[in-house]
């Protein structure tokens, strides 16, 4: 099995994205009748009597409360929550910077609401000054994100495939299919 096969994607009873499991798991839950197929991938597993189709997504039969826990705030938290775009100029970039809105030096925190990604020119341009005094301003503003995605197992077949689930607003970023391509 590739990449593209081996994870699927589980929903909670309501649609909402749970996590990423493996076949193995996948196929269990449905096997156990606590999950059923929402859709299927192109592949299949081979046994001796059958060939049975592989899930792309599953969805959970009962509502699984999860407890909200918050993201945590680090270097790669924002760059995804930017999608690894330059919060001035709006380039993507493959060496992102973090830049803190109201420098550290006067006071800025170092949180979900003062940092933002920014390419290494933009970066340089503002250097440690406010956004009146660099004549810079942002795209948006920075927000604590809702959830992020951090997996490695999402590649470009299953973004295509997935990306529906997720809310428009936490849709998958797109720099993730860069970087899965380049980890596939």
């Known amino acids: 099995?590739?990449?593209?096969?081996?994870?699927?994607?589980?929903?909670?009873?309501?649609?909402?994205?749970?996590?990423?499991?493996?076949?193995?798991?996948?196929?269990?839950?449905?096997?156990t009748k606590k999950a059923h197929a929402?859709?299927?991938?192109?592949?299949?597993?081979?046994?001796?009597?059958?060939?049975?189709?592989?899930?792309?997504?599953?969805?959970?039969?009962?509502?699984?409360?999860?407890?909200?826990?918050?993201?945590?705030?680090?270097?790669?938290?924002?760059?995804?929550?930017?999608?690894?775009?330059?919060?001035?100029?709006?380039?993507?970039t493959t060496k992102p910077t973090l830049d803190h809105v109201?420098?550290?030096?006067?006071?800025?925190?170092?949180?979900?609401y003062n940092v933002v990604t920014a390419c290494p020119e933009c970066n340089n341009k503002k250097g440690n000054r406010t956004l009146k005094e660099s004549g810079m301003t942002l795209i948006k503003q920075p927000t604590e994100p809702k959830y992020l995605i951090y997996s490695t197992v999402i590649t470009q077949a299953n973004i295509k495939r997935w990306e529906k689930y997720f809310y428009h607003k936490e849709k998958i970023p797109k720099a993730l299919t860069a970087l899965s391509s380049a980890t596939t």
């Open 1 to 31: 099995m590739d990449g593209d096969s081996s994870s699927v994607l589980l929903l909670n009873s309501t649609f909402e994205p749970l996590t990423i499991v493996n076949v193995r798991r996948a196929l269990k839950l449905l096997f």
């Open 102 to 112: 109201i420098p550290r030096s006067k006071n800025g925190a170092n949180d979900w």
């Open 38 to 92: 929402v859709e299927d991938s192109p592949y299949y597993l081979s046994t001796v009597r059958a060939k049975i189709r592989i899930p792309s997504v599953i969805q959970i039969i009962y509502y699984i409360k999860r407890p909200y826990s918050r993201p945590k705030f680090s270097k790669k938290s924002v760059f995804l929550r930017d999608n690894y775009q330059c919060q001035y100029c709006g380039k993507h």
